[in-house]
């Protein structure tokens, strides 16, 4: 069995047909849920870009796998190796005789020369905020130089992992990263972007920051106004243009006869917001780091090979460590050994492709630096731990069943004091069987070691508004 993912960069689960917005187009995420699994409650481990990322590869929290923050690209990185030198996916499917390939962002430590554990290696060294533009990609050991749209030599380099080397009869993993719709949402193709200059932007909310969300890092996100309009066209349009590559890739699997025997995955590192809530990005919007559901969630469809008869709807929470159990299990590896080994609480959600009412966890875990979220269907606690590098700031507890929209802060109301003892145990209970000292988000160890040139942890409010 082959295996496609695509992960985008900053794509929110709502800014897509497929989870009903009615004016992204987007067909081929459509067909993915169309016949296949769409996952109704998919989230990150980590509501920003390289903690999320590294949980993906290597099935660990961050609390594990030791990155808590954005690493800055391309090459002024202060001391943080991201995941080098960790077990990863394209290691255990490449050991399972899989042909590996990884084109596009990478994000989770050193790029400018291939990680093992991948046949093909191309990604771009103008790392994350490549768009229209003069741009330097790795290919394996040599540079090559393009001018252009960054996802059309992804898809480009893509097209030409699937047909290259026919002869090879081993099955394919082939890893995707575009880095659409990430800021600055700029740049898109002039089509695109000119249609969705006349959208309503009707499913995004009209609603102010909140200060219970603790103080935002850029001004409020208004959709109505023009200059927020015109990043709101580029982001819908960015949304379309990944769509748009996918079919490129889709049909050649089409023409190449591998299209049912082919799983296909689409997802993204984690959510955003453009307006809901009145911010604007994912996680580090905001000081203290949020933890809202738009930051969160993320799309997650699957398309097995063949596709389903019937589609399915999956209301379980997964995330990104459960997607490297899934990945394993389809690649026929020994799922239960490596994760084991790598201390990943993923679990394969193959069972819930065939049977939605298998029984599942109720409670999703995120985590930010020393900020840890225990979240069920009804209820979520963000406790937010002391260390030596910033400020401290208050916990913080959601009535989601009476306050879907996370507008008031109820960790001081007795009147939830069960459920939050509740929520507390079970997050207490995760870290604890599955971080290490070394790498905690809550010890002064791991949060010491510079990611960028401003950790969040390290920020105060109004002093800072850069976000990767």
Known sequence: MNLLVFLTDDHGRWASSAYGNREVHTPVMRWLAGTGVRFDTACTPSPVCSPARASFWTGRIPSRHGVHDYLTEPTDRPDHEGIAGQSHLGVFLQEAGYRTGMIGKWHAGPYARPMPGFDTWFTSLRGTNASFASQSFVDGDEQVEAFGHQETFLTDRALRFLREDPADERPFFLFVGYTNPHTPHAGEPAPLEHHYREAAFADIPREGARACHGHARVAPFDPDEPDRRKQLASYYAAVENIDQQMLRLVAELENLRLLDDTLIVYTSDHGHMNGHHGLHTKGNATLPPNFLDESIHVPLLLRPPGGLEKARVVPQP??????????????????????????????????????????????????????????????????????????????????????????????????????????????????????????????????ARRHNHADLWRTVAGSDDHRQ
């Open 318 to 447: 997964v995330d990104h460590c459960d997607l490297f159990a899934t990945l394993l299990d389809y690649g026929a590896a020994d799922v239960d050994a490596i994760t084991g080994r790598q201390g990943s609480p993923g679990r394969s959600f193959r069972p819930l492709v065939s049977d939605p009412a298998h029984l599942w966890r109720d409670i999703q875990f995120c985590e930010y630096g020393p900020n840890r979220m225990a979240r069920s269907a009804t209820a979520k606690l963000i406790r937010r731990f002391p260390h030596p590098f910033g400020p401290a700031y208050g916990d913080e507890f959601y009535d989601l069943a009476g306050d879907p929209r996370e507008t008031t802060n109820r960790i001081d109301d007795p009147t939830f004091a069960e459920v939050i003892g509740s929520l507390d145990q079970a997050l207490a209970a995760h870290f604890e069987q599955y971080e290490t000292p070394r790498a905690s988000g809550c010890l002064p160890e791991a949060l």
